[in-house]
């Protein structure tokens, strides 16, 4: 797209060429007293009314319809004045026909490419021999003379290419700045832009590659596309998942596999989750996901970090109003992997979405301990006297292991005022002290008789939690801040 100052001067011209028709024929109109003219003149602002719009009427594909409106111009103008004297209806139907010439001869030097290559070679000589450069890749492409290339190859990518074998970096970054957001590849094109950025280029030129080539579809594309999701560098690695994921569910179908391995990978165990995928998960990827997370690390963690980061983003745009509902029955499910139910949950709480009704789901001896212990904490956060949440903390200390009697502990040195000796500041207490909390906490938990309703079989933390940190996140709503996970995200 050309500058704004640029692209108001070619709307401004766009409506002068629309305009003289009708003023003209208005004019002789007005000096005959012609009824048919002035029906003429209407009949021309009909037209030209479908085209004001557009802000480079002089151009294809707009261009070819202009012509027709002034040689309709000229016709009406001819049939009503030809035989009449008056010198400044001649004036009209020679400008009607000189303008009509002359939007002929732009429109097919534009049709046949030598108005593009003319202004492509121009603006491509001044990026050559430019002297000062931004330092960052979205100033590149800022640039006006960048701005003015991409509108020129938009249709043909080749008029750039001369800037792509230059062998200095910041006029490869232009040409590929110069490249962004064209509609369609032909896998030809698209083969010279994977070509110079598999070279020996710097990762910003790559950065903007992939990015331009955003919008492929073809196999052959999407597979070089995928090569950078193992990039060195993690902003080319972000880049490639942000592209691959702006086809929805036909382009991952393609892609999943690449995913896969990227994310079991343990080299880019560090990125965390999915760059760029929150909020944008298409429903086939959120599934392949969810099967994910129960596979072992890194692949397992990463798929749940992406999973919650995508529901922390849907959740903060509050446009899904049955989305709560669905993460309450995922939490609940057996079938839901038993992180993937934790960490949903402290979402949830995070987000303070968690009804009565499925706080007592939660506290089911079907579910895993963190989530049961994290239905806890609420419900005695809001009444320390509620037996149902000393009979849930009962079962589960009768046989507990050292992270959930920890866990535990505290909620009963907080809400019941039960004295453990634990730290008061939260800190991890030593190896001696957390055995002789875990058998206080068993102690306790068998001094009276069965609980009320809880099986004695509990249902072990895991790898779900590392003390209670990792299941008792941040109580901020959605939107304030992203979701913090256990892997210290």
Not at 324 to 334: A, F, K, Q, Y
Not at 379 to 386: F, G
Not at 445 to 471: F, H, K, Q
């Amino acid at each position: 797209m050309f500058p704004a100052r640029r692209s108001l001067s070619d709307h401004a011209v766009s409506l002068t060429l629309l305009a003289l028709p009708v003023a003209v024929l208005g004019a002789v109109a007005a000096r005959s007293q012609s009824v048919s003219l002035a029906i003429g003149a209407l009949a021309v602002t009909l037209a030209a009314a479908l085209c004001v719009r557009e802000r480079a009427v002089w151009r294809p594909p707009v261009s070819g319809t202009v012509i027709i409106l002034y040689l309709l111009a000229l016709g009406w103008l001819w049939v009503a004045t030809h035989e009449t004297a008056d010198r400044f209806a001649r004036v009209g139907r020679g400008l009607f026909l000189f303008v009509a010439v002359g939007l002929l001869a732009v429109h097919d030097l534009t049709r046949t490419g030598v108005e593009p290559r003319r202004r492509a070679r121009r603006l491509n000589h001044r990026l050559q021999t430019r002297a000062r450069w931004p330092r960052t890749p979205a100033e590149f492409l800022d640039l006006p003379e960048v701005k003015a290339l991409r509108v020129v190859a938009r249709d043909d990518p080749a008029l750039v290419f001369e800037l792509l074998e230059d062998r200095r970096a910041e006029v490869q970054m232009a040409g590929m700045a110069a490249l962004q957001g064209r509609p369609y590849w032909r896998w030809a094109e698209a083969a010279v832009v994977l070509r110079v950025a598999r070279g020996p280029v710097p990762g910003e030129v790559r950065v903007l590659a992939v990015s331009a080539l955003a919008s492929g579809t073809t196999l052959d594309l999407l597979d070089g596309v995928c090569e950078f999701l193992r990039d060195p560098l993690p902003d080319v690695r972000a880049e490639a998942v942000a592209a691959l994921l702006r086809g929805g569910e036909g382009r991952w179908a393609v892609v999943r596999g690449a995913m896969r391995r990227m994310l079991a990978d343990p080299v880019f165990a560090s990125d965390g989750a999915l760059p760029g995928a929150a909020g944008r998960l298409s429903p086939l990827a959120v599934c392949d996901l969810t099967g994910w997370a129960a596979e072992p690390q890194p692949l397992g963690e990463r798929a749940v970090r992406t999973l919650v980061d995508h529901y922390h983003t849907l959740l903060a745009g509050g446009g899904l109003p049955a989305l709560p509902s669905e993460l309450g029955r995922l939490v609940t499910d057996s079938a839901t992997p038993g992180v993937l139910r934790v960490e949903l949950a402290a979402l949830l709480r995070a987000a303070r979405l968690l009804p009565p009704d499925l706080l007592d789901r939660m506290t089911d001896a079907d579910q895993p301990s963190a989530v049961r212990l994290l239905a806890v904490e609420i419900i005695l956060a809001q009444d320390p006297t509620d037996s149902s949440a000393a009979d849930v903390l009962k079962g589960l200390g009768r046989h507990p292991n050292r992270e959930s009697a920890l866990v535990i502990a505290r909620l009963l040195q907080r809400y019941l005022r039960i004295d453990f000796g634990l730290p008061p500041n939260g800190a991890s207490p030593s190896s001696k002290l957390a055995a002789e909390v875990t058998q206080k906490v068993t102690r306790w938990a068998n001094e009276r008789g069965d609980a009320r309703g809880i099986e004695e079989t509990p249902i072990p933390l895991g790898e779900a939690v590392a003390g209670a940190g990792g299941v008792f996140g941040p109580k901020s709503a959605p939107g304030m801040s992203p979701p913090r996970h256990r892997w210290g995200g």
